[in-house]
């Protein structure tokens, strides 16, 4: 097993709730960053993001006791943002869209967004992203992006290997559908 | 490198609005339990009352209590019913 961080223990077997809030603010400086851009990647917009991420930090303190290192540790909290930015997703949902009207939608969005810096291919890579079903997105976000491999995402969510390949393969082809289609984009 | 930005500053503030955030959660939810324990606990009190009092009496003193008689009888009467089975079952039956 992975040797955990210091911290990990004094949040787990806290000796004083002072001690505690340190260990708690030393897992945030550790991992903010991370999933911030995780969960960014999932829900596009700033706002929706700096939400989820403390929602997810909150939700980590909350269960932390019960984490027993079955996953990664940075595995089990990405799976745990990705579930607070898909409960986002699902409080905001708004009718069934196609993938190409989703993903014009979300590249006029990004366009429009002061705190997003991509160029043009990097705005169709992340509009196709936020286009994507909200399951194939998280499976994709954290495959593609993070590089966790399959059996830690498996861990930490308890979908099966072949279940999240399967999604990740579909998500693929349709991010590749449209980041392939802008000219001057290698395959 | 990536192609979204935060605010200025914002991953500096971010730990305390997360603490934050997550204290005034924790006495929302410890005011819920407070004013859940505390209506757990009027209903412990107050339903035996309720049952006590809507029990059948078994002594006379409580027959005058429950029918607010006492103040329409004289005392001697009173100490004579309170000897006087006979007299109690005939009280009890009038009323």
Redesign the interface.
């Known amino acids: 097993m992975v040797p955990q961080p210091v911290w990990l223990e004094e949040l787990q077997h806290p000796t004083s709730s002072a001690a505690r809030?340190q260990a708690?603010?030393a897992l945030?400086?550790e991992y903010?960053?991370p999933v911030?851009?995780h969960v960014?990647?999932m829900l596009g917009n700033?706002a929706d993001?700096?939400d989820a991420?403390?929602e997810t930090?909150?939700q980590v303190?909350r269960s932390v006791s019960g984490f027993r290192g079955e996953a990664p540790l940075r595995a089990w909290i990405f799976a745990i943002a990705g579930r607070k930015a898909l409960d986002l997703l699902a409080r905001r949902r708004v009718r069934e869209r196609s993938f190409d009207e989703a993903f014009e939608q979300a590249s006029t969005a990004l366009a429009a967004d002061p705190?997003?810096?991509?160029d043009a291919a990097?705005?169709a890579l992340?509009a196709a992203v936020l286009a994507l079903p909200e399951r194939q997105r998280q499976v994709f976000v954290l495959r593609y992006f993070e590089a966790l491999p399959y059996a830690e995402i498996a861990a930490a969510t308890g979908v099966t290997e072949g279940a999240l390949k399967a999604s990740y393969h579909h998500a693929a082809e349709k991010v590749r559908r449209f980041v392939t289609a802008l000219p001057n984009v290698p395959d | 490198?990536?192609?979204?930005?935060?605010?200025p500053g914002?991953?500096e503030t971010?730990?305390d609005?997360?603490?934050a955030?997550?204290r005034a959660?924790t006495v929302r939810t410890l005011s819920w339990a407070a004013a859940a324990v505390a209506a757990c606990g009027a209903v412990v009190v107050l339903v035996p009352q309720m049952l006590e009092r809507e029990r059948a009496c078994e002594t006379f003193a409580c027959l005058l209590d429950a029918t607010r008689t006492e103040e329409l009888l004289h005392d001697d009467l009173l100490e004579e019913l309170a000897e006087d089975p006979a007299a109690f079952e005939v009280l009890t039956e009038d009323l």
């Open positions: 809030e708690f603010r945030i400086a903010q960053r911030y851009q960014r990647r700033h993001a700096d991420v403390q930090f909150i303190h705190y997003f810096d991509g990097a705005r992340h | 490198m990536e192609a979204f930005r935060t605010p914002y991953f971010l730990p609005r997360i603490v955030r997550r959660r």
